[in-house]
């Protein structure tokens, strides 16, 4: 089984009047295998409703996540995504649940939880985060050795020539909001990074595990 790579983080904010699930839809044709549906401004039904159309729209090799919301999570079917700061929830009901960070210590502490895989980030300086610097490579690469062999996503102003560094320091794929989501050809932008990441990990092996979620 090929572990997943790229992960695509929602924003509808991000591009105007076009429709989410078509943009989403596109990313995965062009490589996203992730989706993680972050719109916490919506309340529980709508988003239970978005979470629907995503998953008709998707093929069945594409997994499927929630942004914070355990109870939609188990309606919907989906994995779940944990910001840093909330409780693990029982996991009843629920796939996968997966875990953000931004600390050494926290992954550390979050890694034994029952997850399938951090995210840590911003990495480098973002738009989603403004005045945030990045945590850095360096971090990226200790928080990936402590956590082994929980897959670890970058996440925060990751591009096309970022890639292999990123992969180099030890992440196991790459999550992205606004790299695919603000791009006129989302499905093109998802294709040249899911490119990227496959050449960073020939090159990189046999340092970069071929983990399973």
């Known amino acids: 089984m090929t572990p997943p790579r790229l992960m695509l983080v929602t924003d509808r904010r991000r591009f105007g009047r076009r429709d989410l699930v078509a943009v989403i839809a596109e990313a995965v044709r062009g490589g996203v295998d992730v989706v993680q549906i972050r719109e916490k401004d919506l309340p529980d039904d709508p988003l239970t409703d978005l979470v629907s159309r995503v998953r008709e ?15 939609v999570a188990r309606m919907s ?20 649940i997966g875990r953000s960070v931004h600390e050494l210590e926290e992954a550390r502490r979050r890694a034994e939880e029952r997850i399938a895989y951090l995210v840590l ?28 062999p929980t897959p670890v996503f970058a996440i925060g102003g990751i591009h096309v020539p970022q890639v292999p560094e990123v992969l180099r320091a030890g992440a196991s794929g790459i999550a992205v909001c606004g790299a695919i989501l603000s791009a006129s050809d989302p499905g093109r932008i998802a294709e040249a990074l899911r490119l990227a990441v496959e050449e960073a990990v020939r090159e990189a092996a046999p340092d970069i595990p071929a983990q399973r979620r």
């Open 121 to 148: 980030g911003p990495v480098f300086p973002t738009e989603s985060k403004p005045g945030h610097p990045g945590c850095g490579l360096d971090l990226l690469r200790k928080v990936s050795g402590a956590t082994a």
């Open 77 to 96: 079917g989906c994995g779940l995504h944990l910001p840093a700061a909330d409780p693990f929830p029982d996991p009843r009901g629920i796939s996968v």
């Open 57 to 71: 729209a998707l093929p069945p090799s594409a997994s499927l996540l929630v942004n914070g919301r355990p109870r």
